[in-house]
């Protein structure tokens, strides 16, 4: 088992361990760490319905019908594959989290490519582009949101109701970039491509049953319940329906622990390094009067040095007014888009490319990734303040 694990996985179990540290040494007292856990209670439960939910929905193919179905109506146009990937990219994010996008629905539009004959590369940059900058609309679209909400004193409604224009803004700059570096006819070698045979459905009753209880969580949300109620009763009908008719697809790896450990030990570091000096640091550079286009730079200036989960925590405490969180909400959600570590999305997103064979040209990562942040984070941060 120890062998198994990643590097990225000894750097889970490293921060957990550093924060039970922090606490048996008294640098981060007791109290206080009860309290910081806590607040991650419901959070966690989320983050296990919410994963689990999605992984059995892969399971029961829900995602690659939909890709597959999804090439079919384009015919062969790349311009219709192009808007109905990304659409179908941006929906997962906003209604089912970035980490869904990144580690479920990638290798569905990767396997896509073979069939229709198409280069992997530009499905694989949309859904991580998309898995990042259309994250901003609901809390459960990033955890980053998530966290917020307990300062920020909004519903999930009142939430969408404040981001629908600066998550506008950022989903229409992302599919310019992803047309011009990625798409367009002069960055593919084929006018046209080959619709791909659509596969039977295994098991009909574990598809609905998924695919229902996806629609009943985005119900939920709408309905105002409790997001991790909401993803905990929908992973539950789907664990029913699974334990009925194929119970060997329920094993512990449908936990995601790498994900709890990680939230676990940021939850137990960052406080502690925010009392010895952490927070003077966010304060000077956010500046004095906290200007919404700084604020949103800062946030996304460390994610992409230090990961947008622990910059968005080490923001947070210093943040002096909701509209100057939600600008660091569009750094932090909207800039991971540079370096292969500014979020865990990304990280996921490499490896499964990784896994799929498929080759990310780093310098051209890198560069068309800075464009958008750059022009993102401008025009985001601008419609958060006209919006104001």
């Not at 209670?41 to 029961?60: M, N, S, W, Y």
């Not at 079919?72 to 109905?84: H, P």
């Not at 309905?223 to 009925?244: C, D, E, N, S």
Request: charged residues 15%; glycine residues 6%.
């Amino acid at each position: 088992m120890l062998r198994r694990l990643s590097v990225l996985d000894w750097i889970r179990i490293g921060l957990l361990a550093l924060g039970l540290i922090f606490v048996a040494s008294g640098l981060l007292p007791l109290q206080d760490a009860i309290a910081s856990l806590d607040d991650i209670g419901p959070l966690l439960v989320f983050l296990v319905g919410i994963i689990v939910l999605a992984e059995l929905t892969k399971e029961a193919q829900v995602f690659d019908a939909i890709a597959a179905r999804m090439a079919v109506l384009g015919r062969g146009n790349y311009t219709a594959l192009f808007f109905l990937s990304t659409a179908f990219a941006s929906f997962v994010t906003i209604f089912l989290n970035l980490d869904t996008t990144a580690v479920l629905l990638t290798p569905v539009m990767l396997a896509l490519a073979p069939k229709a004959r198409i280069d992997a590369l530009p499905l694989a940059m949309a859904t991580i582009w998309l898995a990042n900058t259309a994250s901003l609309l609901l809390p459960v679209s990033n955890l980053t949101n998530l966290l917020a909400m307990q300062r920020i004193d909004l519903d999930a409604q009142q939430f969408a109701a404040r981001m629908w224009a600066p998550q506008i803004v950022s989903i229409a700059v992302t599919l310019a970039f992803l047309w011009v570096f990625y798409w367009r006819r002069g960055r593919r070698r084929e006018a046209r491509y080959a619709p791909p045979l659509l596969d039977p459905i295994a098991d009909p009753v574990l598809f609905w049953t998924a695919g229902i209880a996806c629609l009943l969580f985005i119900a939920a949300l709408l309905l105002k319940v409790q997001v991790g109620v909401a993803a905990a009763v929908a992973a539950l009908l789907v664990v029913i329906a699974f334990f009925v008719r194929d119970r060997g697809r329920l094993t512990l790896g449908l936990i995601p622990w790498q994900l709890l450990i990680f939230v676990t030990g940021l939850f137990l570091v960052v406080p502690t390094l925010s009392r010895y000096g952490l927070a003077d640091l966010m304060t000077w550079m956010l500046g004095t009067h906290q200007d919404p286009y700084r604020n949103a730079a800062v946030g996304a200036g460390l994610a992409n040095t230090i990961n947008n989960l622990p910059a968005y925590k080490a923001l947070e405490p210093v943040v002096a007014t909701r509209d100057g969180l939600l600008a660091v909400l569009v750094g932090t959600n909207v800039g991971p888009v540079i370096t292969p570590w500014a979020s865990l999305a990304t990280l996921l997103w490499f490896e499964s490319c990784r896994r799929n064979d498929v080759k990310v040209p780093m310098r051209r990562f890198l560069l068309t990734g800075a464009g958008l942040a750059l022009i993102a984070l401008l025009t985001t941060t601008w419609a958060l303040v006209a919006t104001t």
